[in-house]
């Protein structure tokens, strides 16, 4: 907390010019769930968040104005709008009369039928349907651009509304449907959840970028030029994140992309250490010291991954322990068969820690991105020399012998025999230390399960020899302590991360801004985006009485400003007094604690402000959940 005293102190202590925030008039179309009216009549979406979000920090107030689509580019041609809000595709603006931000997602067109047509599964069986479309989207321009260059009979339909399109396609009016896909999987999740269905998903025809759009001006690149500053910032936050999985129930693009870059890091890692080994390996005559320093290489490896897959602790080496004793027993045990052992499931350090460490039943996105791990192993092992089989059993240790498996669907013998002792291993460790998410079993019990799925999962002659040879295995043991220190090391390095990032935003915004209640909006904001409470505020003593006054707020929708807190009442100014923090874990039990009408806040942290002993003031966090908020919350 000292850092963020500094910060508040250099704030205080900085001289202001006043300037005022510019006025940002937005045309917002009914799209959800970009944008749309709720039936409490709120404005609502997750364009209406983001623009919401980010407006402080670009230094705007927002003036909304809902449009239909055709009113929106008038008005934005005839220079009485700003900017436009919708969901607006880049491949929709004409860049001779408009500008567009840089892009806040991704998404795609896709076709809906009802759930009982079975016929349409591509854009060529569209052929000869009638097909409907929202007037002056991009779908119409998708339809119309085919037609002309002849390459899809269709007959179109064009709808002004969303409802109007989907309430046609339910009366059979049309055959399908085109849509954008974001809209679509919240339209038909929240709205028809059973009527209709999507063919082609994420994106059947193309990806394309969403943006906001505004008009071609001098005054509208400079508007553009500050929303682009804040948008790069705000889509590469913890808080975006957050925002898109609500809206769409998934991880956005640019956390892939993320992931991606991971991704290639371990690969040059992995390629600089991995191939300097199978250099060695080549290279040297001392073939016996060579295999002890690949096998500490593949080790190491193992262990890597197990660093960050906690739920797996020890997993790879009781695998080679296994596949020794069933390749032994089948007499193809080799030193390149423990290597695939031990390394197969590096693919994981590609895995994103949170699909690592999660307990709870996966969405099939996330098990989708966890089933690559495998080819991830792939890749990272087969530009090894010598080691192309290898890798080939990496990729293939969760295929099936009957074809169910992943990820390339093999069969039977057309799995290498070495992949197949592997996925028996793997197996066996998984249901004797849980890891496969059931209650762990017995050795016997196991060994039934493997009697059970031979023939279906595994080749039945492996099995034979599995159960006739397994036995329980103790190793990894003495690493226990180690990975308990590591975890402590990497939650706590985690945390120090972000409250580095935090402080590094306030700086920013201390050093740019140059009026004190502005500035202590923008704190409240990065604030809020670390923490994640329903409402926090910033409360000064007023110079008159010695009482506590309201500066700042963020996340109810009611004013407070200039709202005052009582010499005997309010955590705050117990806070106040004590010169310390105050975390109430249930503010029911709490008799200081004063409510603010319109919110249920049960939890409430509240921060005194010092500055050279004395105390300015305090910062309040509240959430509406029991126990929101913990030391490391103090601290931060």
Known sequence: MNLLYIVIALLFAAPRTGS???KLKVGAIHYPPFFFVA???????????????IAPVANFDLEWHIMDLEQVFDSLEAGSLDIAVGGFYIEEIDTNKFLHTIPYAKSGLVIVVKTEEHNIKSPRDLEGKTVGVLKGRGAEKWIDKFQREGQLNVSKKAFNGIDELYDALAKDEIDALIDDYLHASYYIHFRNSGVFKLVGHPHIFYETNIAFILPQTTQAQLIKRELDKALSWYTSSRHYEM??????????PYAQKRRETRLLLALIISFAIIIFAGILWVMTTKRREMRNISRGIARSYSFAVELRDILHRGHSLRVAAYTEMIAKKMGVYSSKLEFAALLHDIGKLAIPDVLLDQRGQMSRDEVEILEKHPVFGYELVRRIPYFEDVALWIRWHHEHWDGSGYPDGLSGEKIPLEARILAVADAFDLMTT???????????????????GAGRFWDPEVVKVAVEVLRPV?????????????????????????????IYKILEVVQISSVLPETLQKILEIIRSYIDPNAVYFLLLSDQNGELRVVAQLGIEFDIIGLTIPKDRGVTRKAFERREPILINDVSKEPLYLSIPGLEIKSELAVPLMIREKCIGVIDVESERLNAFTEDEVDF
Request: hydrophobic share 30%.
């Open 39 to 53: 039936s409490s009549e709120k404005t609502n979406g997750f364009d209406f968040d983001i623009l919401t979000a």
């Open 434 to 452: 849980g890891g496969d998410g059931r209650q762990p079993l017995d050795v016997e019990s196991a060994k039934n399960e493997l009697r059970r």
């Open 243 to 252: 925002e898109y999985k609500r809206w769409f129930m998934k991880e956005s």
């Open 474 to 502: 103790n190793v990894g043991e003495e690493y226990k302590e180690f990975y308990e220190s590591i975890d402590k090391v990497r939650q706590r390095a985690v945390q120090d991360i972000y409250r580095l990032q935090a």
């Open 20 to 22: 005022a925030k510019n």
